[in-house]
């Protein structure tokens, strides 16, 4: 499922030419889970990380992106 709901966002942003970059983070502490599934829609880390915090858990956020080709020119 999030898979198709992954590619529902990139039909709908394809049609901005402006929107060039698909962008998430990813928490350490999911990372185990998150990070193949996102490899596998084409996302890389960017390097990019800051704190985060949930309640009593605290870990680190991650940036992760990915390009948007878009379907029309400006």
């Not at 915090?53 to 080709?69: E, F, G, I, L, M």
């Amino acid at each position: 499922m999030g898979k198709q709901i992954h590619e529902e966002v990139l039909t709908l942003v394809q049609d901005y030419p402006s929107i060039t970059t698909c962008r998430i983070t990813i928490v350490d502490t999911n990372a185990a889970e998150a990070e193949p599934f996102w490899t596998s829609l084409g996302y890389r880390p960017t390097g990019e990380a800051s704190n985060h915090a949930a309640a009593d858990q605290k870990s680190c956020a991650r940036t992760w992106t990915r390009p948007v080709t878009s379907r029309r020119k400006e």
